[in-house]
């Protein structure tokens, strides 16, 4: 079983819905959790960071964490065909973050 | 307003060849990581350094070697490359040791082996 896990798409939704990206991971003690967005040829840019139970909101997009089920997943609103990109899970192994561990990515095309 | 520079941006190398992939941060981040990317994989932490003077492996450290020269600079070389280190190499630094603190990455070297 793959440490960090996700459904590698593509997935495609039409523009003005809502995309959902899903995220597994196996470690329990893992402790904060990173959403990167990248654009094919380009370097990874975060989106979200969430280390509490629960939503947290910004903008356009929600990230959700639910440590008990140790799935953590990225809702974007309204989605526009900018927003197609890989998204890219990473979570921390240790306490102080140094140690990251990304996921495979899952592709998002959002179509107008 | 650099960031994270990498050089060189991309480089073919023969078999059994060295090289070293040079980062540099001008953020005053602590912590600095190399990644590798490869098609389907996502990105795999290679060695990380938490602080200057410090360093320690990732998730696929065979066949390469990192030096934190200072705060600001980390290399990656390869000793001897094979082809299967042919990928896109990215370095990326980090403020403190905050739960919420985000990696920055530079652009990337793009890696091939023949």
């Known amino acids: 079983q793959k440490e960090v896990e996700q459904n590698s798409g593509p997935l495609s939704v039409p523009e003005g819905a809502i995309a959902s990206l899903n995220c597994t991971y196996s470690?329990?003690?893992?402790?904060?959790f990173f959403w990167y967005r990248q654009y094919s040829g380009k370097s990874p840019e975060l989106i979200m960071s969430?280390?509490?139970?629960g939503d947290k909101e910004d903008g356009r997009f929600t990230a959700q964490l639910n440590k008990a089920s140790q799935y953590v997943s990225l809702l974007i609103r309204d989605s526009q065909p900018s927003d197609s990109a890989t998204y890219l899970c990473?979570?921390?192994?240790?306490?102080?973050?140094?140690?990251?561990?990304f996921g495979p990515g899952t592709r998002l095309s959002v179509l107008p | 307003n650099a960031g994270v520079t990498q050089t060189p941006k991309f480089q073919v190398l023969k078999t059994g060849q060295s090289m070293t992939l040079q980062c540099a941060q001008d953020?005053?981040?602590?912590?600095m990581y190399w990644y590798r990317q490869d098609p389907g994989m996502g990105l795999r932490l290679i060695y990380y350094?938490?602080?200057?003077?410090?360093?320690d492996k990732g998730e696929v450290p065979n066949g390469y070697n990192v030096s934190r020269l200072n705060k600001r600079e980390f290399s990656l070389r390869l000793e001897s490359a094979a082809p299967s280190q042919t990928s896109v190499y990215f370095c990326?630094?980090?403020?403190?040791?905050?739960?919420?603190?985000?990696?920055?990455f530079g652009d990337g070297t793009r890696l091939s082996i023949l």
């Open positions: 990326a630094s980090r403020a403190d040791r905050g739960l919420d603190q985000p990696q920055h």
């Open positions: 470690d329990r003690g893992s402790q904060s």
């Open positions: 969430i280390y509490s139970n």
């Open positions: 990473a979570v921390s192994r240790d306490n102080y973050g140094q140690n990251f561990v």
């Open positions: 953020m005053n981040h602590n912590s």
């Open positions: 350094s938490a602080s200057e003077g410090t360093t």
